[in-house]
């Protein structure tokens, strides 16, 4: 089968890999739709996974005449290479993908919703009027899917609430992105003062403004501690500025560095993972986190709260809260005792519920396309439960503790 893979940008089709794959030692032929504002060295990579085509996509923006020429871009990408199924990911990949995959005629739609971006997080009436315009365009999009995956239970909730899915039986619910477990192998802490880690875009949604003051704080109180900041500006508006990020490193208490081409070395190097995010589909480089053996420092919010046993393998804190990050971080400094202690916890808790190989197969079931080879489970990787189920019933499997 011919299989479309439509998302925003070609970085997406780089962290999909292990998916694509597997799609394509299973039989199956695999395309990329992607934003022609991809990077150049992201666009090389993801090329070599999977034969990309580009349409004219504005990520941010809220041009009609922008999404109007997306649109016609991806029915002709349909039409042209007449794929049996497609899968789009991202928000306007999904309401556009779906839309143009039925005018193309194709039978196979599904969406992956992996966030909900800022417009469903903030309180101002220009938050909630662009919360309801996307809801409408998910309503109208979804309509036409097979099936939606969904990343957390509570952005499959507040699908239902809002009636944007039809039925509790269209939606499928992964426990979370996985994370490749063969990839990102346990490391042991390293000796020293703490090293505390923040991976991720410098937005303001994703706590990173939270994450700097907590830092500026605790640099004050103790010498030893470093404090790490690996993410690139981005055009989003709610993105610190590189004026802003200049600032702080300048202040002499954070280390930056904009883009890393692999985060495992940074990752062996810090001691704790902090993110603050205000929401997450499913926080992916705190996965890779947990699976290199890290404690983990985040919000008790959807997505983020799914990575964290408190006190088992790290701390939540309430979001917007600098203080609150800043006292769970000192514990680690006050008590060097549970780092190695919440570390292996993180390695079994993202054995046992994340592993990537399982996310992929019920993916690859639910798409109609045998698994293959690359879906087996990865040699070396705790035996667990798969957080893998129809939002309807569950299929032999347990999700966070339920049966």
Not at 304 to 332: I, K, Q, S, W, Y
Not at 356 to 376: E, M, Q, W, Y
Request: with cysteine; charged share 20%; net charge positive.
């Amino acid at each position: 089968m011919r299989v479309a893979f439509v998302t925003n940008l070609a970085e997406e089709v780089v962290l999909r890999e292990n998916l694509l794959r597997d799609m394509m030692a299973a039989g199956h032929e695999v395309l990329a739709c992607v934003s022609h504002l991809s990077g150049k060295a992201a666009v090389a990579e993801a090329s070599a996974i999977a034969r990309c085509q580009f349409a004219r996509l504005d990520r941010t923006g809220l041009s009609p005449l922008g999404d109007m020429a997306y649109f016609i871009d991806l029915v002709r990408f349909m039409r042209r290479e007449r794929p049996d199924v497609v899968l789009n990911r991202a928000l306007k990949p999904v309401v556009y993908g779906s839309v143009a995959a039925r005018f193309a005629g194709v039978r196979g739609v599904y969406s992956l919703i992996s966030g909900l971006g800022s417009a469903f997080l903030g309180t101002h009436w220009k938050h909630q009027l662009l919360s309801r315009v996307a809801c409408a365009f998910y309503r109208a999009a979804l309509a036409g899917n097979e099936r939606v995956f969904f990343q957390n239970s509570d952005d499959l909730g507040m699908f239902l609430r809002r009636r944007i899915i039809r039925s509790p039986q269209q939606a499928v619910l992964l426990g979370g992105a996985g994370v490749d477990l063969r990839r990102f192998q346990p490391v042991s802490i390293p000796k020293g003062g703490p090293c505390f880690l923040f991976v991720g875009r410098l937005l303001r949604d994703k706590g990173v403004y939270e994450y700097v003051q907590a830092a500026r704080t605790l640099s004050i109180k103790y010498p030893g501690p470093r404090f790490v900041l690996i993410g690139a500006a981005d055009s989003n508006p709610s993105s610190a500025s590189l004026a802003e990020v200049r600032a702080w490193v300048e202040a002499g208490f954070l280390e930056w560095h904009s883009c890393v081409d692999d985060v495992r070395p940074w990752l062996a190097e810090a001691s704790v993972f902090v993110l603050p995010s205000y929401r997450e589909g499913s926080p992916r480089a705190a996965l890779e986190a947990m699976a290199m053996g890290r404690p983990i420092v985040t919000t008790a919010t959807p997505g983020c709260r799914d990575t964290v046993e408190e006190g088992g393998n790290g701390f939540l804190v309430p979001v917007g809260d600098p203080h609150a990050v800043a006292a769970a971080m000192e514990r680690f400094v006050l008590d060097p005792r549970l780092l190695e202690r919440m570390g292996r916890r993180s390695r079994e808790i993202a054995c046992a519920r994340f592993d990537i190989c399982a996310v992929n197969s019920a993916i690859l079931r639910t798409l109609g396309l045998k698994a293959g080879a690359g879906a087996r489970p990865h040699p070396g990787s705790a035996p667990g439960p798969c957080a893998v189920r129809n939002a309807g019933r569950v299929s032999g499997f347990r999700v966070n503790g339920e049966d």
